[in-house]
């Protein structure tokens, strides 16, 4: 990547940066971006539609087994993850109790016919 002047401390760092996304510890500013925008869909009036569309795309690819733990999984790190940024969390348009509780209704109704 040298090429595109980016030296080996740049790219290990970018490297940190996404591998740590998921994390609610973050020190940086590039960090807690990050992170919100890949809990992005857990403030969306489209949620169910993500959901759903996400659990597709892993079944399909064979990243999911069982999906009572694949849906149980979703719901516990929507309840544990927080929005780091103001942004974030005036950009939030639905409730994270109300998204809970639309994923259960979705959850069970998907695994009734799964």
Request: aromatic share 10%.
């Amino acid at each position: 990547m040298s090429f595109y002047g980016f030296g080996p401390h740049t790219l290990e760092a970018v490297r940190e940066l996404i591998a740590s996304a998921s994390s609610p510890e973050q020190t940086g500013m590039a960090g807690r971006v990050l992170h919100d925008a890949v809990y992005d869909f857990t403030g969306r009036v489209d949620f169910i539609s993500m959901v759903d569309k996400l659990y597709r795309e892993e079944k399909a690819y064979g990243k999911t087994g069982d999906p009572q733990v694949w849906f149980s999984e979703l719901a516990s790190r929507i309840g544990e993850n927080r929005f780091l940024t103001e942004t974030a969390r005036r950009l939030r348009a639905v409730a994270e109790d109300e998204q809970l509780r639309a994923l259960r209704e979705f959850a069970g109704g998907r695994l009734d016919n799964a």
